[in-house]
């Protein structure tokens, strides 16, 4: 039987619940951001008492079914002000699920200034004073954690950014290696775990896959059915598990599309150097691994293992981060890039905010554009909590202001990911309208304008990518709230028997007779339900648009603006 | 005519010397088709999901011009 656990930090009181009617039939983004949307005021302060931090499991995670161990994570954001969810993989989302766990809520807010973990475990779960674990960063909190509690645990955990309250920090869990490098990353719920006074949440689950399912032999067969699915297509069967993430790096640059020097060019010299052919070749030289699983049952293994000049192992790097460390900044070196993602990762900082936050200091003069060893030292403050460590942990948005850039890639203050929506407009649509602020994975248009996955549509023409991003964006509410990797899209999207096959598994885990426009209208809901939490804490259609050089300055090699109409970006959500 | 040729995520094995993203001259008669440049590479066709000349999708058929440059590449996939 699945039941909330709600910790109340200004009482203290830790009470499991049962899940009210109303709640059963959601998981992950879709519960998160409903018990968001039920429990949180609006316009409340992100890092006061009226804030939550609500951490869930997807419907179909800790089962047997393929890639399906994606926890979110979800909140009112310090960065964009709107409802957040933000999507992890790791370990800690199959065991929540496996203890029976549907949601944990983090609501109040203690009086004093300790600090405390949450344990959680089959016998139930406690607050533990944690002081000792303060101002440590996350990979020394992991190692601490499964030292004192088990090899096997997850520990979800927040580094000096998120107790400093910073808006760029992200909520990070591990893998099952141990590397805290599995970041619900995006919005800075970094900070609202660390207004909660909770350092570290420890879950202790002796199973992974064993979630009741009401009908076994049928979702066996969905799930085996759905595995096939995946290892068939060539996305998700071949290039994913071969380079990962990063092998987008050479074909975005080709398209055009990569946003070179603060979003300057399209294409970068060094891309190559950067790239996921690159990084597999040194990592492997050097002993760590080309492919490697975020979490168990995965059958698309994108991650990698990156052994670097230190010693330390930096545990992926993927295409967003190699990207934004990389030519966003006109740096050509993976190991520059890998350090770089190591202390955003200790320091518990979303790498993709920080990069574009580099990009603006870049622009301002901070730090030179190519000089890796200058964004390495500016990183570094950040765990001092100097002047500048806290603009960089601040994001884009907030430096832009500080220093007077305009040229700011960040869309409701969240930063831009790795496309240039001059490049692939289909992207640009969904970075200007999502509730989420700017975020690739919320619409991934590439898909069509790019990959040539679910059809084509001309990433430089603006025809169409309103119907695109549109339909995505419906899609992958969905997925979000499955507990799927979001990846399981590049199949599903080419074959007609992918999503009937988690329909599938849906109905045989849970008894249900759902259809896939079932399924599609919890995507719709989703989104109607973050929109009007936005609605409510003040988000116009003014803040569904794009930066302003977008449409004003050419991208080379295409030269080409953004010019997706307003009008036509306000019928995204005419559902 | 001459054309600046890509290949990159595995594709370069199957020319000999050749390492991804690094750009290769050839010289091909005018009239060449994509799915000609492929053959003539020694690539299966079935291998190359995705064709770029100078940055834009192309189909195997599409008649190539002077000074293109032809990026190909299997499937490949992230974000």
Known sequence: MSRFLRVNMTTGEVKFEEVPEKYMPLGGRALTSQLVYDEVPPTCDPLGPYNKLVIAPGLLSGTSAPSSGRLSVGGKSPLTGGIKEANAGGIASQKLANLGIKAIILEGKPAGSDWYLLKVTPEGAELLPAGDLAGKGTYEVTAICRERYGKKVAVITIGPAGEMLMPAAGVTNNDSDGNSSRYAGRGGLGAVMGSKRIKAIVVDSPATFDVPVQDPERFKAAARKFAKILQDHPVTGQGLPSYGTNVLMNIINEAGALPTRNFRFGRFDKAAEVSGEKLAEVAVARGGKATHACHPGCVMRCSNVYPMPDGKVCAPIEYETAWCFGPNLEIGDLDVIAKLNYICNDVGLDTIEVGCTLGVLAEAGVIPFGDGEAAIRALEEVAKGTPLGRILGGGSANAGKIYGVTRVPAVKGQGIPAYDPRGCKGNGVTYATTPMGADHTAGYAVTANILKVGGFVDPLKAESQVELSRNLQIATAFIDSSGLCLFVAFAVLDNPEGMPAIVEMLNAMYGLNLTADDVLNMGKQVLKVEREFNRKAGFTSADDRLPEFFSQEELPPHNTVFDVRAEELDQVFNF | ?79
């Open chain 2, 1 to 79: 005519m001459r054309l600046e040729v890509r290949v990159f995520s595995g594709l370069e094995k199957f020319m000999p010397g050749a390492r991804f993203g690094q750009a290769i001259e050839v010289e091909r008669p005018e009239g060449t088709t994509v799915a000609g440049l492929v053959d003539s590479l020694g690539i299966p066709r079935s291998q190359v999901f995705t064709v770029l000349v100078n940055g834009r999708h192309a189909a195997m058929d599409a008649v190539l011009q002077p000074g293109d440059r032809v990026s190909l590449f299997p499937p490949v996939g992230g974000g």
